[in-house]
């Protein structure tokens, strides 16, 4: 029964160019909102600055996240991995006198 079961590599292709455009656009969004809290900010209107900051983070939050978690999921592959050919031919001995090649340095 176990002969039958196939074994998979995962293989992660994800480059930080693939991210790259969702991270500006959030940040762009960030920095709209810091200068939209500024521009409400006053000594009678320190409420709704807040309130600004907090509803734009609340509602861009599980968007990012949610592009974060498809592109990454975007970019993971199984691949077989194919079973090694058994051959009959012997393998050499290695002597165990002998020391394993090193690079020079």
Known sequence: MDKDVQKYRMVCTLTFGDIYGQIIVWLIV???TLASTLALWSSTRQIYALATVGIVLVLTLPFLL?????????HIEFSPIEAPVTSHRTTPR???TQKPAQAAS
Do not use: E, G, K
Not at 66 to 74: D, E, G, K, P, S
């Open 30 to 32: 960030i920095f709209l």
């Open 66 to 74: 949610f592009a974060f978690v498809t592109t990454l999921l975007n």
């Open 94 to 96: 290695v002597n165990p």
